[in-house]
């Protein structure tokens, strides 16, 4: 018998085993199905099995906490700068220490918490909005939780041994150089990078993918959820714009580590490559933060103004046009660098155009609550938190867009005021929000709606009491990132206030840890849908079974639960035995592939594990460039290569 | 659930793999595609960023880099689509003999591609550390010569895989298909590489 013989053979006896595969249907539905749903889609046992997971409601989960810890940790620090800025003249902390303390306060803040703290979400939510039953790729999803991981470790762990970054977060050269920064302090920080910028793109992928395919039948592009789109419009944005920074960091760790000359002026190059490049990541990284957040809002509105949001194609067409006009703004943050004057009428005006369909959101956001009946509990105050805060800062953002106005306020407190109101007020608040919202269908229980209001006031109240005499401060002229002031400037007061204003924000956070962690063990048990919310992850338990989805749900509305009327049309048809997802087409979301989904693995954490002894021993030698590339290679083969080579009658990822 | 199914179709015939868009490690493949084609997009710019500051290009003292082996890469890794193309289409045909039989051309095409590049970076007139225009031309070199290995690397695994039983199966000619449509985009990717180091010093 040839060989194509023996698998035409092969191939006839498999159809045949195909017509025994047990699947979902009319006659395997309810209690038994969800049984055997259980038994296939349950994380393995054990620490092991903890580890292996690529379960993406573990892992949103754990992005999540392990974000808001590094929340935590830069907050303490902020607490640390403020208390050293209450008075004049102090000497609590050192100029270095203090170095250190903005530069971990800015990194933390920027690179370990907002922008995965949005993916966690996103990782952990998007599935089950889209009516899927897993994210694609799932062990990359893990993979990139645990590059984060370890990026986070790596740069506090050394803060911890005292030799944490001190450059700024945005490491300027030539002070993050070889001439000014000896040491290994720049490189820790410039290899945080590399961590956190694969872990997000790796995130971005997971996203981009599972958007487009693996949505509900009958989802279309149109019908889609604001926040699918909003985190569709990031994860692009996340691929356009973070290898800017992953290049000029490899670019300074070259020229620290092996004597490139990228940005040594005496050698013909150019300190202002480094800004070019940082902010062409640094600008569309700011929208990365906020559009997440802008996807919270619309779903926050919506719920609680009971109507549909309005003018969706507005709000869609807004996101979009914010991520393009994103990537034409990064020169305003180099206006003090000296420019020709047509790149400052460029970017002044691309930096107020961006105010356009940011403002065309909010009308749409107020034009829905106008229309509706507002409820305002904890996630809505919110809401109207972040609208408030937001506008400020929005429009405080573009008074700095011109020019003069910049080149006097650039460096000083004013900026410090501004970016704070756009990230706090425009994300924080939001996130606070929706943590409160998904909480019931992370962890079945109601977050306490009385400890949720104080914290509210507290925060907001005590967020502009921090922030807002920082505009006045930044008037007056006090310069951002130096230790101390002298008295008798007329500083004081403004400090004293924004000092204890941190105070009753730290308060306001520590309040809503304290109330999630009271209502984990305490909280009322949720409803399936507490919020009588329109979208599909409400369609299921909460928190959800581990596949999601007994059936898959079919969606021909833009807010399938209002008009479900009682029940929901599924699709049936999946296997049960193997962990099998529906794929669909891009834009109509028809039915298009029955995919094999991925079976819990170590290889995502072993290829994670080698490639941080790659990059960590890179900071030393670059020889590591060589040799801590052969365990990766290794290990990304070894995720890759079938765990039995026998053929299966359908496809199954071991 | 939460509420009563409704039953409004069944996919149990929908088929496991699919070539093209309709495969979801295509959409992964392009998304990598993306973000490695912006490292490029932005090393060149860098690049020309760079040469803006300078009078001269190569700056003065610096000799453009020798052409000979550039070009030979150039030449060997155009010749290598016809090997490339032929898998692809023998992994549309379910051909998994001729798959079996013609990987190990297209890997030995990687190792001469490794070989020649080694003696590019030794033709290129100058050291990273030179000064800022060495340092970029390096840097790009590299960025592409990650490309060829890493492609090498998965083309060698890849073809364990096809040797074994498992290589019949819809999925793994779907990653066949899909390897070779990567290495198209390494190969497209040279040659804008290539105009950029061997003839932008020489315009």
């Known amino acids: ?124 939510i998007i599935p089950l909005m889209l009516g899927t039953r897993s994210t694609a790729f799932p062990r990359l999803n893990a993979f990139s939780y645990y590059m984060y991981l370890f990026g986070g470790l790596l740069l506090w762990v050394a803060f911890l041994l005292n030799i944490g970054p001190d450059i700024g977060w945005f490491a300027y050269t030539p002070l993050s150089g070889p001439q000014f920064s000896p040491g290994k302090r720049a490189d820790i920080w410039a290899q945080m990078i590399t961590f956190t910028e694969v872990s997000a793109l790796a995130a971005a992928v997971v996203l981009i993918c599972t958007i487009l395919k693996a949505r509900a039948p009958g989802m279309t592009l149109a019908r889609m959820p604001l926040f699918a789109w909003a985190m569709l419009v990031v994860a692009v944005m996340i691929v356009f714009s973070m290898p800017s920074i992953a290049l000029c960091s490899g670019m300074l760790i070259s020229d620290r580590l092996v004597g490139t000359q990228f940005y040594n002026h005496y050698e013909h190059g150019d300190a202002l490559l480094w800004q070019h490049l940082f902010w062409f990541f640094g600008h569309p990284e700011v929208y990365i933060i ?33 991520g393009i006009l994103a990537f034409g703004l990064w020169v305003h943050h180099m206006f003090a660098t000296g420019l020709p004057r047509v790149g400052y009428s460029f970017y002044t005006s ?5 105010a356009i369909p940011t403002g065309l959101q909010i009308f749409c956001w107020l034009a829905t609550m106008w229309d509706g009946r507002p409820r305002f509990q904890v996630p809505m105050l919110y809401v109207v938190g972040f609208i408030v805060t937001f506008v400020i800062g929005g429009l405080s953002g573009v008074i700095i867009a011109s020019v003069p106005l910049d080149l006097q306020l650039h460096d000083t407190y004013f900026i410090v005021a501004h970016f704070h109101y756009v990230l706090i007020g425009g994300a924080v608040f939001p996130l606070l929000g929706i943590l409160t919202y998904w909480f019931p269908k992370i962890t079945g229980r109601m977050m306490s709606e009385t400890l949720g209001k104080i914290g509210f006031w507290m925060l907001f109240l005590g967020f502009q009491l921090a922030f807002f005499p920082m505009h006045f ?32 924000v730290a ?19 949720a409803p399936p849908n507490p919020w009588e919310a329109s979208t599909l992850e409400w369609a299921t338990t909460s928190p959800p079974p581990p596949y999601n989805f007994a059936h898959v749900p079919v969606v021909d509305s833009k807010t399938p639960l209002w008009d479900a009327e009682g029940e929901l049309p599924v699709v049936t048809g999946l296997r ?33 594990i080698a490639v941080a002894v790659f990059f960590i021993s890179s900071i030393f030698s670059p020889w590591a460039v060589l040799f801590g590339s052969i365990p990766c290679a290794i290990a990304a083969a070894a995720w890759f290569w079938p765990k039995e080579l026998n053929r299966n009658p359908e496809p199954v990822i071991t | ?56 290009w190569p700056p003065e003292a610096r000799q453009a880099p020798n052409l000979l082996w ?50 590019e970076f030794n033709n290129l007139n100058c050291r990273w550390t030179d000064d800022a225009y060495s340092s970029i031309v390096w840097a790009i070199l590299f960025l592409h010569t990650t490309h060829i290995l890493t492609d090498w690397g998965d083309t060698v695994v890849l073809w364990f895989l096809m040797m074994t039983d498992v290589g019949w199966e819809g999925r793994r000619l779907v990653d066949t298909d899909e390897n070779c449509m990567y290495w198209r985009y390494v190969w497209l990717l040279w040659i804008p590489v290539y105009l950029l180091v061997y003839w932008v010093p020489r315009l």
């Open chain 1, 1 to 124: 018998m040839t060989e194509l013989e023996r698998v035409r053979a092969e191939d006839q006896r498999l159809a045949k085993e195909r017509q025994r595969i047990a699947r979902d249907g009319p006659k395997l539905t309810g209690a038994k199905l969800e049984a055997r749903l259980e038994r296939t889609w349950r994380r393995p046992p054990g620490i092991l099995g903890w580890l292996a997971t690529v379960d993406h409601k573990e892992i949103g989960r754990r992005y999540i906490i392990t974000a808001l810890l590094f929340l935590a940790l830069g907050g303490m620090l902020s607490l640390a700068m403020r208390l050293q800025l209450a008075q004049p003249d102090s000497n609590l902390i050192s100029p270095q220490r203090y170095n250190e303390l903005f530069t971990m306060h800015g990194s933390t803040m920027m690179f370990l918490f907002a922008v995965p703290v949005m993916e966690g979400v996103a990782v952990f």
């Open chain 1, 290 to 322: 906020f559009l997440p957040a802008t996807g919270f809002v619309s779903v926050i509105t919506e719920t609680f103004c009971r109507r549909p949001i309005f003018a969706y194609p507005v709000v869609v067409l807004a996101l979009i046009s914010t």
């Open chain 1, 350 to 354: 691309a930096s107020m155009t961006v």
């Open chain 1, 473 to 504: 401060a930044g008037l007056l002229g006090m310069p951002r990132r130096v230790y101390t002031y002298p008295a008798g400037l007329g500083l004081e007061l403004p400090n004293l206030l924004s000092t204890i204003g941190a105070f009753v």
């Open chain 1, 507 to 525: 308060t306001a956070v520590g309040l809503f840890v304290v109330n999630g962690l009271y209502s984990l063990y305490r909280g009322a048990i």
């Open chain 1, 576 to 608: 049960v035995d193997e962990k099998e997802t529906l794929l669909t087409t891009v834009v109509a979301a028809s039915p298009d592939l029955r995919e094999p989904v991925p079976a819990a693995s170590l290889w995502p954490l072993i290829l994670s």
């Open chain 2, 1 to 56: 659930m939460i509420l009563e199914p409704r039953f409004t179709g069944d996919v149990a015939d929908l088929p496991t793999h699919k070539f093209g868009p309709g495969s979801l490690t295509w959409w992964g493949i392009i998304g990598f595609m993306v973000i490695e084609g912006t490292f490029f997009a932005l090393a060149f710019a860098a690049y020309f960023f760079l040469m803006g500051h300078e009078q001269g």
């Open chain 2, 70 to 119: 550039g070009t030979l890469f150039l030449i060997v890794i155009l010749l290598s689509e016809i090997p490339n193309t032929m898998i692809k289409k023998a992994a549309h045909e379910r051909d998994v003999p001729a798959i079996r039989a013609l990987m190990p051309v297209i890997i030995g095409i990687g190792g001469v591609l490794l070989i020649i590049r080694g003696f």
